[in-house]
C-alpha cells in the first residue's frame, strides 16, 4: 500500500563540501568493475554518485561505465543503477525524472526528493545523444542532471575517433601514416558552450575534471540542488586510449586545465563564473604551453613542430578572439574587424 504523501517537486539540499576533510566516507560505486588502471571516468563515478548521496537513481549509457561495471553477477554500484541504449542518457533522465514525479503525485510512492543522474560518454552524449540531451534541457519542470564523461573516444570499442577527439589524434579510425600523417583534421566539439548558449532555460551548465575532485563533487551537489534538468562536462583521461603510463592520469587533468584546452567554469541562470586554475588564467596567468600536455600522450607522439604550433595556436584563439574566454566563440562585428586587422 503506498504511503499517504503531499507532492511536491522539490529537489535535495546538497550544501557544498567545504574541503576534504568534510567529505562524506561512504562510498556508493564501490569495487567489483573492471576499468583500467588510472581510469578517471571510473573516478568520475565514485565522485558523482558519492557527491549526490544515497537517495540517487543512476543511468547509464552503453560505454566504458556501462560494460566495464557490470560484468556478468557483479557490480560497483551501491544505488539502484539502469542500462540505457547508447544515445538515450537524455531520453532517460526525462523519463525517469517524469515517472518518479507522476508516481509521487498519485501517492503511489512516497514523496521525496530522489536524484536522478543519467552519464553518458561523449560518443553517446556529444554525438549520438545530442539530440534528446537537447530535448531534456528545455524540460524545466523535471529534476534529473546529465553528466558527460569524455575520454575523447569510443573507448569502448576500441578508441574510435568522436566529435570529442582532439586535432590530429590517434584513434584507429584515425591512424598517422607516412602519405597522411594527420587524419583527424576536425576541433574538438565545443559542448557545454553549445549547451549553455542554446538552452537559456536550463539553470546550471558546468564543465569538472577529477583531478580537482572537490570541485567536481561541489558542482554535481550545485546542479542537483538547483534542479529543473542540468548538464555536467567531464574531462577523463584514459590511458588506454590516449596511451600512458596510468600513473600520469591525476597530471594530465591538470595540464588539460593549465595549458588553457579545456576550461573549468559553470552558467548558472546566465551567470558565467570561471573556476580554480582556470579563473586564474582569465585572471593573467600564463598558460602552459599546449606540448607539455601532448608530448605526454602517445595519441600525439607523431606530432611534428608544425603541428604543436597549429594546435597552440587553436587553443590562443580560444583565449584570444572569442567573446567569453574558452567558452562562447562569437565576436562582436568591431571586435571582429579588430581582430581582423590585427591578422
Ligand atoms: C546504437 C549503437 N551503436 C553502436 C554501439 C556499439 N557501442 C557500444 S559502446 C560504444 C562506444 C561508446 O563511446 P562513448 O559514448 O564515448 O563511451 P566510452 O566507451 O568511451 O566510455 C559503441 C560504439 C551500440 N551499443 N549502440
Ligand atoms: S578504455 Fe579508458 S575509459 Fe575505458 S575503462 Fe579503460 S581507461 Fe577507462
Ligand atoms: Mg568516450
Known amino acids: 500500500m503506498a504511503e499517504t504523501t503531499t507532492f511536491t517537486n522539490a529537489t535535495q539540499i546538497l550544501e557544498p563540501f567545504r574541503g576534504v576533510k568534510k567529505v562524506t566516507l561512504e562510498e556508493y560505486f564501490t569495487s567489483g568493475h573492471r576499468t583500467c588502471q588510472g581510469c578517471e571516468s571510473a573516478l568520475v563515478m565514485k565522485l558523482m554518485v558519492k557527491a549526490a548521496g544515497p537517495r540517487t537513481i543512476v543511468l547509464g549509457s552503453t560505454g566504458c561505465m556501462y560494460v566495464a561495471n557490470t560484468t556478468y553477477y557483479t557490480t560497483p554500484w551501491v544505488v539502484p543503477w539502469m542500462h540505457t541504449q547508447l544515445g538515450s542518457s537524455g531520453s532517460a533522465a526525462l523519463g525517469t525524472a517524469a515517472g518518479l514525479k507522476v508516481l509521487m503525485r498519485k501517492g503511489k510512492m512516497k514523496a521525496e526528493p530522489i536524484n536522478v543522474i543519467a552519464f553518458c560518454g561523449d560518443g553517446g552524449g556529444a554525438d549520438m545523444g545530442l539530440g534528446a540531451i537537447s ?180 587553443v590562443d584563439e580560444m583565449w584570444q578572439k572569442w567573446e567569453i574566454p574558452a567558452v562562447i566563440p562569437f565576436r562582436r562585428l568591431d571586435a571582429a574587424k579588430a581582430a581582423l586587422a590585427m591578422t
Open 135 to 314: 530535448a531534456t534541457l528545455t524540460h524545466k519542470e523535471y529534476n534529473s542532471l546529465i553528466l558527460l564523461y569524455d575520454n575523447e573516444s569510443y573507448a569502448n570499442t576500441d578508441i574510435q575517433l568522436s566529435g570529442s577527439t582532439p586535432y590530429g589524434a590517434h584513434t584507429t579510425f584515425s591512424p598517422p601514416g607516412k602519405a597522411v600523417r594527420i587524419i583527424h583534421t576536425r576541433w574538438k566539439k565545443n559542448t557545454a558552450g553549445m549547451l549553455a548558449a542554446g538552452h537559456t532555460e536550463c539553470r546550471y551548465v558546468a564543465t569538472v575534471c577529477p583531478s580537482y575532485a572537490v570541485e567536481m563533487m561541489n558542482k554535481v551537489r550545485r546542479a542537483l540542488t538547483i534542479g529543473g534538468p542540468t548538464f555536467i562536462h567531464s574531462l577523463d583521461p584514459c590511458p588506454k586510449g590516449w596511451d600512458y603510463d596510468p600513473m600520469l592520469s591525476h597530471e594530465l587533468g591538470e595540464l588539460a586545465i593549465e595549458t588553457g584546452i579545456f576550461p573549468l567554469y559553470e552558467v548558472e541562470d546566465g551567470k558565467l563564473t570561471y573556476y580554480g586554475k582556470t579563473k586564474a588564467l582569465v585572471e593573467g596567468r600564463p598558460r602552459k604551453p599546449v606540448r607539455e600536455y601532448l608530448l605526454k600522450q602517445g595519441r600525439f607522439a607523431h606530432f611534428t613542430e608544425e603541428d604543436l604550433a597549429y594546435f597552440q595556436a587553436k
